[in-house]
C-alpha cells in the first residue's frame, strides 16, 4: 500500500521543508517531487510502523494526504526497464495500455529506466496484468 503526499511549495525550501518535515515524522518518500507548481511524493506505508500519526503530522503542516483506506486511494504500477524514455514511443505504448484499461493515470513520471503511472487502486492489477502482456509477452 502507498499514500501519496502532495502540497504547494513554490520554491525548493517549501520542498526542502517537506522533506524535513517526512523526516521527522518518520515518514520514508519514495519518487520525490518538485515543480513550480507544487510538491508530491509516494510512501510505501509497511515503512511506516505508525502511519496514523504520520500522516496527521503531514496533514497538520497543510499537505494533502491521499490516504490507500479512502475512496481516493492511489496505487503506482511502473514499468522498467534501460531506454525506456529514448524516443517517447514506450511512454505513449503506456498510457495507450492504461486507456484501453480504462485507467485515467493521476500521475505519470518517467526516467531513462522506469515509466511510473499513478492510478485508482482497483486499476492497479488489471493495469499491471495488460501491461505485463504488452511488453512481456508481446
Do not use: M
Request: charged share 20%; aromatic share 6%; hydrophobic share 50%.
Amino acid at each position: 500500500d502507498v499514500a501519496w503526499v502532495r502540497g504547494a511549495a513554490d520554491h525548493p525550501a517549501g520542498f526542502d521543508g517537506l522533506l524535513a518535515l517526512a523526516a521527522e515524522a518518520g515518514v520514508p518518500l519514495r519518487a520525490a517531487e518538485w515543480t513550480s507548481a507544487g510538491a508530491s511524493a509516494w510512501v510505501s506505508l509497511p515503512r511506516v510502523p505508525d502511519w496514523d500519526r504520520a500522516a496527521a503530522a503531514l496533514a497538520s503542516a497543510g499537505l494533502t494526504v491521499l490516504d490507500p483506506r479512502s475512496t481516493d486511494a492511489v496505487a503506482c504500477v511502473s514499468v522498467v526497464g534501460d531506454g525506456l524514455t529514448e524516443d517517447g514511443g514506450v511512454l505513449r505504448d503506456v498510457l495507450s495500455v492504461a486507456r484501453a484499461e480504462g485507467c485515467a493515470p493521476r500521475s505519470v513520471s518517467s526516467t531513462p529506466f522506469r515509466i511510473t503511472l499513478a492510478v485508482a487502486r482497483a486499476s492497479a492489477d488489471p493495469l499491471t496484468r495488460a501491461l505485463h502482456g504488452r511488453f512481456c509477452e508481446g
